[in-house]
Nanobody, 124 residues
Framework: QLQLVESGGGLVQPGGSLRLSCTAS????????IGWFRQAPGKEREGVSC??????NTYYANSVKGRFTISRDNAAVYLQMNNLQPEDTGVYYC???????????????????WGQGTQVAVSS
């Protein structure tokens, strides 16, 4: 049983950067695919980025391509967010699961473990 803990959210001005972290014992295992999701106010949760279990594949939503980078090291998984815009505002969640088909990585149902979410607000 993994208990995911996200951190790194906050309030930032447009054009600013944040790095979200997600930690849990065992999260860096190469068994797991990592997903980052977000839920904007009044909207459904959406997949933002995924990293395959051995790190060979990544996915980014069109809205964040070129601005966000997903990564993993021995301690945690990360979502580096640059050039943040007001439309990036929302609660960000990390998710972990054993995903057989990476092209399903934005499907919430493939993840077994979820963090509690961290708030990101982009406003001037």
């Amino acid at each position: 049983q993994l208990q995911l803990v996200e951190s790194g959210g906050g309030l930032v001005q447009p054009g600013g950067s944040l790095r979200l972290s997600c930690t849990a014992s065992g999260i860096t295992s190469d068994r797991y695919t990592i997903g980052w999701f977000r839920q904007a106010p009044g909207k459904e949760r959406e997949g933002v980025s995924c990293l395959s279990n051995k790190g060979g594949n990544t996915y980014y939503a069109n809205s964040v391509k070129g601005r966000f980078t997903i990564s993993r090291d021995n301690a945690a998984v990360y979502l580096q967010m640059n050039n943040l815009q007001p439309e990036d505002t929302g609660v960000y969640y990390c998710a972990v699961g054993i995903v057989v088909y990476f092209n399903l990585c934005v499907a919430e149902g493939v993840y077994s473990y979820w963090g509690q979410g961290t708030q990101v607000a982009v406003s001037s």
